[in-house]
């Protein structure tokens, strides 16, 4: 069983940057691959980002180039900064775990992430 809880949300300006938190219970996080994913009112979840046990990676086309996504095993914390915001990034952004190319059992409660333009 894994708990996420994610952190660093918030209202932010276009151009400017957040970095997301999401923070893993469990021994077994360091070998599990982790992702986050944004779903915005209207519109279905989607990919943002996702991290494997040995830290490969991979990005949506949409956020290629302006946002990265890293891990702290010791901190059992998986880490999205994001950078060059843009109002089209506004929604609520879910830490998700267990796989690598698609959605895993294990989902935190979500933080919201607002760009004004």
């Known amino acids: 069983q894994v708990q996420l809880v994610e952190s660093g949300g918030g209202l932010v300006q276009a151009g400017g940057s957040l970095r997301l938190s999401c923070a893993a219970s469990g021994s077994t996080f360091r070998a599990i691959s982790v992702g986050w994913y944004r779903q915005a009112p209207g519109q279905q979840r989607e990919l943002v980002a996702a991290?494997?046990?040995?830290?490969?990676?991979r990005y949506a086309d949409s956020v290629k180039g302006r946002f990265t996504i890293s891990r702290d095993n010791a901190k059992n914390t998986v880490y999205l900064g994001m950078n060059s915001l843009n109002p089209a990034d506004t929604a609520v952004y879910y830490c998700?775990?267990?796989?690598?190319?698609?959605?895993?059992?294990?989902w935190g409660q979500g933080t919201q992430v607002t760009v004004s333009s």
């Open positions: 991290i494997s046990s040995n830290g490969a990676t």
């Open positions: 998700n775990a267990g796989a690598f190319y698609y959605p895993g059992n294990y």
